[in-house]
């Protein structure tokens, strides 16, 4: 594995960049594969089946615009490729293939926006936040989309990823979440107010491929827009 950082404050300390650009190379990596067993089942088992190769980057930012006011950003960029994949398995099951040279799954684009708000008010302190984040569709290659599964639909799915595989949905995804405390520093008392999904994004997520099921194509609804009450007492320094 390869890293490089970089660290940097500008404008009296107001403005904080971070940066790491990475590369990782992979010689045997775990894979699952088909195994020929004795009376003739093929059987998956995690084997060293792979060599492959993993760059990126991820730069974030901080800044305060005031004392007050604090603003976040993070962009982060994945791109991963197999060198050598025999045997690789077909998401609907059937003949494994050969998938050297293919791409990774991973969604390669990735983003975060965040503000927060601070300010003293009576005994104690409000503050208030708004974080947006967005992550791209996934990119799964022809043996990780099942052929059965219209192209309409894999389209507007967003696939969840299990070790760097991605299957069955190339949907992006941005969700916006906000949060208002107030603070009782000699209490050590906060009382908070959040809400998640808060522009009620309706969209639904790769659940069971349908090889076994019949045809039956299935997806499991992401949670609505929620709200909720907490409270929080620190003791000592906490």
């Known amino acids: 594995c390869e890293m490089c950082i970089r660290d940097s404050d500008w404008l009296d300390r107001r403005l904080r960049l971070n940066a790491a650009v990475f590369r990782t190379k992979w010689t045997n990596k775990q894979e699952s594969i088909l195994v020929p067993q004795a009376d003739g089942r093929l059987t998956s088992v995690i084997r060293n089946a792979a060599d492959a190769t993993l760059r990126g980057f991820e730069i974030?930012?901080?800044?305060?615009?005031?004392?007050?006011?604090?603003?976040?950003?993070?962009?982060?960029?994945?791109?991963?490729?197999?060198?050598?994949?025999?045997?690789?398995?077909?998401?609907?099951?059937?003949?494994p293939v050969d998938a050297s040279g293919e791409r990774f799954s991973d969604p390669p684009w990735s983003y975060s926006l965040g503000a927060r708000y601070e300010t003293s008010v009576g005994a104690g302190k409000l503050a208030a936040q708004a974080d947006?984040?967005?992550?791209?569709?996934a990119r799964p290659s022809d043996?990780?989309?099942?052929?059965?599964?219209?192209?309409?639909?894999?389209?507007s799915l967003v696939s969840p990823c299990y070790n760097g595989a991605c299957a069955n949905g190339r949907a992006s995804v941005g969700l916006l979440n906000g949060r208002i405390e107030y603070h009782l520093e000699d209490t050590g008392?906060?009382?908070?107010?959040?809400?998640?999904n808060l522009l009620n994004k309706r969209y639904q997520v790769t659940a069971v491929d349908?090889?076994?099921?019949?045809?039956?194509?299935t997806a499991i609804t992401a949670e609505p827009r929620m709200w909720g009450v907490t409270l929080r007492k620190s003791f000592g320094d906490e």
């Open 60 to 95: 974030e930012a901080v800044a305060y615009a005031t004392d007050e006011l604090s603003l976040r950003a993070n962009l982060a960029y994945l791109r991963g490729k197999y060198g050598s994949f025999p045997g690789a398995l077909r998401v609907n099951g059937g003949t």
């Open 189 to 196: 008392l906060t009382i908070g107010i959040f809400a998640t």
């Open 210 to 217: 349908p090889s076994g099921l019949g045809g039956v194509i």
């Open 143 to 155: 043996r990780l989309v099942n052929p059965n599964i219209p192209a309409a639909l894999i389209d």
């Open 132 to 137: 947006w984040s967005w992550v791209d569709g």
